[in-house]
């Protein structure tokens, strides 16, 4: 009977609180693009990039090469391209419609061989877009492995390693560019030449990565759930892949993100020093080196060439600023 009056003295159980409901991608989007409008521009910047790099997927395989088979499959001719890159055009009387001004069928007119310059440089993205992606790669791979062992063993290890890198980064990364190319140990050819390219620039690209993630790493191992792994018995190697390699993982994509913007125009500044060491093609460094000796005569093809390697870097900039302060918590508004 006491028990029957201190549970209606008690009341009823109050109803549970509804759930929230989890945003959906469409609001995260919309949220992202209110809070950081530069860094939405940027990610649209880059979308319209890697848009300009497709083509019709063709039904040959083999190992990757660059630039139309980047991921193993041949690629067509890019969509966006109106015309062949290498394609001349001619005026009505016959003679080569050479350094045209922007019009409706050439809408950022004609380079000094009649070639369309709006063709070019679509198909030039895809040279710029997939040696940035390739060479970041091997950056991001080999500079993140060196920083975790480096930063995580410490002592005479991080040392040495040290030291090492700084030998490496004694070194001009623009002269670096130039021997490692030079040399090209991969062979002749200008695919093997564009692969070497892609690998010179993520090899200059190791030490600067390798410094952000020792110096994240150098943060992380002493954090409690580090110690925690060790306590329970977690050896180095299951450490550094399960507990340190995925928290700093936002710093590798920031640090990725940004960096290509750097490499690309890193490959323009090597074709237009030296044009002769790297593969001929349409490239945005090379078309550059060509015509900025008639810049007087036609500044058209110098404005747009140099605009779009201006564009790429200034879109890869904003995104990976962008994503710098929404994955870093301390950034967080």
């Known amino acids: 009977m ?3 009056e201190q549970a209606g003295s008690i009341g009823a159980v109050a109803a549970e609180a509804p759930m929230r409901k989890r945003p959906s991608a469409l609001s995260n989007v919309w949220k992202f693009t209110r809070r950081k409008p530069l860094g939405a521009f940027g990610f649209f910047l880059v979308f319209v990039l890697f848009v300009m790099t497709l083509g019709t997927p063709k039904a040959e395989f ?3 090469s660059l630039p139309d088979r980047p991921f193993g499959f041949e690629l067509g001719s890019p969509w966006l391209a109106r015309y062949g890159e290498e394609a001349n055009f001619y005026d009505v009387d016959g003679s080569l419609s050479q350094n045209e001004d922007p019009s409706f069928d050439h809408w950022f007119g004609t380079d000094n061989n009649g070639r369309d310059m709006y063709a070019r440089i679509v198909v030039g993205a895809r040279r710029s877009m997939f040696v940035g992606f390739w060479a970041l790669t091997i950056a991001t791979i080999l500079g993140t492995a060196v920083g975790v062992i480096s930063g995580y063993f410490g002592k005479w290890i991080d040392t040495t390693v040290q030291r090492f890198m700084d030998a490496l980064q ?3 990364p623009l002269i670096a560019l ?3 190319v030079t040399i090209n140990p991969l062979g002749s050819g200008p695919t093997a030449s564009l692969m070497m390219a892609a690998f010179a620039l993520g090899f200059v690209g190791i030490t600067s990565v390798q410094r952000i993630t020792r110096g994240v790493v150098l943060a992380t191992r002493e954090q409690q759930y580090v110690e925690a792994a060790r306590v329970i018995g977690a050896n180095d190697v299951r450490i550094m892949f399960r507990y340190i390699l995925p928290n700093i993982m936002a710093s590798i994509i920031v640090v990725f993100s ?3 913007g750097v490499v690309i125009l890193a490959e323009a500044a090597l074709s237009f ?6 593969p001929l093609g349409t490239s945005w460094g090379l078309d550059l080196s060509n015509s900025y000796t008639r810049i007087s005569t036609n500044p ?13 870097v200034l879109a890869f900039n904003l995104a990976g600023d962008a994503l710098r302060d929404v994955l870093d918590p301390r950034l967080r508004l």
């Open 2 to 4: 006491y028990l029957e």
């Open 258 to 260: 940004t960096g290509i």
């Open 273 to 278: 020093v030296v044009p002769q060491a790297v």
């Open 300 to 312: 058209n093809p110098v404005f747009f060439t140099a605009g779009a390697i201006a564009v790429a």
């Open 178 to 180: 130039i021997l490692i």
């Open 62 to 64: 083999g190992l990757p």
């Open 170 to 172: 004694s070194f001009p």
